[in-house]
């Protein structure tokens, strides 16, 4: 039963007593007063009235307060799960948001490592490269040397052999000694420049030769 048909029921038996007590009311006062006048009569009834309308009102002033009362006790309860339940979404929200700030920040960081150790693979790639061109070059330059060593003695034995024809000095070969005792000192040079230190790039721009001699000299004598 709802609150409006409890009401309906207080009220309906409310009117049931009063009329009761209205129709018993004549009959007892025409047993004991059979003389009285219509006009206590009215006045009577005038009462029981004014009674009647003041049980009704304060009836009726119950039920409406229990009624608010129960109405703002629902109310508050149904708000109260109502922001439960926005609390609890709110929650769940604001988990997957920072799941997924986790797992961005993590892919990201991934990202940067691998970046990171491509540089480093293409750099090693690119120094390989390099050091492969330079073993190339000097391979090349180390085999052209004998080549040029070869040729020189031919030359020698042509110009000892004009040397005699002709019984003249001729300075070539005073030049080749000359030219030899400067290989000497250059080679002394590259190993002390190497000594302390130098590149072979230095080392042959500070004496005017090539790096693939430099390189010869420094295989050469160095392991000596």
Not at 30 to 56: H, V
Not at 165 to 171: A, D, E, G, L, T
Not at 174 to 194: F, V
Request: hydrophobic share 35%; with cysteine.
């Amino acid at each position: 039963m709802n609150l409006l048909e409890i009401v309906m029921l207080i009220l309906g038996i409310i009117i049931i007593i009063i009329s009761c007590r209205i129709v018993a009311q004549p009959d007892k006062k025409a047993k004991g007063l059979s003389l009285e006048s219509s006009g206590i009569k009215d006045i009577y009834f005038q009462e029981e009235l004014n009674t009647f309308k003041e049980q009704q009102n304060e009836i009726l002033t119950y039920a409406s307060e229990e009624a608010i009362a129960k109405t703002e006790d629902y109310l508050s309860k149904l708000s109260n799960e109502k922001i439960m339940a926005v609390s609890e979404y709110s929650d769940q929200i604001l988990e997957k948001i920072t799941k997924n700030h986790e797992e961005v920040v993590f892919l990201y960081n991934m990202l940067n490592h691998k970046e990171k150790e491509l540089k480093e693979t293409a750099k090693e790639i690119q120094n390989s490269q390099r050091k492969a061109k330079e073993i190339i070059n000097y391979e090349n330059e180390k085999d052209k040397e004998p080549e040029k060593d070869m040729v020189k003695p031919k030359k020698l034995d042509i110009q000892a052999e004009n040397i005699k024809r002709q019984n003249v000095k001729v300075p070539a070969i005073e030049e080749e000694d000359n030219n030899q005792s400067t290989i000497s000192i250059n080679n002394t040079e590259i190993l002390k420049l190497y000594s302390q230190g130098k590149s072979v790039l230095d080392i042959a721009k500070q004496l005017g030769i090539g790096q693939g001699e430099v390189k010869l000299v420094i295989d050469l004598f160095s392991d000596r």
